[in-house]
């Protein structure tokens, strides 16, 4: 396992493959600063970014680990290995999120609608 990110490797693969770090950006929908982060070695890659990768590559996510440093997990099996069904979910979580902002915005008018009511009875 690398010590540290192994850009020449991650390079070598990208140009193998034909694709560049702006592709890895747009896979992992990050900014192109963030990937130079990672080539850095300043920003680790998560599980679902390492399957991504593997994918991209054509590479096993356990050989984008060995390259991409000693704190890098290998993703389970168990995980999501599918970046499609994890956006979806991410999708789902995010129309959850909404419904539960929706739901604390009118909590508070109504608890702001007792208050008024109150202080206008003393």
Do not use: Y
Request: no cysteine; proline share 3%; net charge negative.
């Amino acid at each position: 396992m690398a010590l540290f990110f192994d850009q020449d490797w991650f390079d070598q693969q990208l140009r193998r493959v034909e694709r560049t770090r702006e592709d890895v950006a747009t896979l992992l929908r990050l900014s192109s600063i963030q990937v130079s982060e990672i080539w850095k070695d300043q920003r680790e890659l998560m599980p679902h970014e390492v399957s991504a990768l593997a994918q991209l590559l054509n590479v096993t996510p356990a050989e984008v680990a060995d390259h991409a440093g000693v704190s890098t997990p290998i993703p389970s099996d168990e995980g999501v290995a599918d970046l499609g069904v994890l956006l979806d979910r991410l999708e789902e979580m995010n129309g959850r999120l909404a419904r539960v902002e929706r739901a604390l915005v009118d909590l508070k008018s109504l608890v702001l609608e007792q208050r008024a009511a109150k202080s206008k009875e003393n």
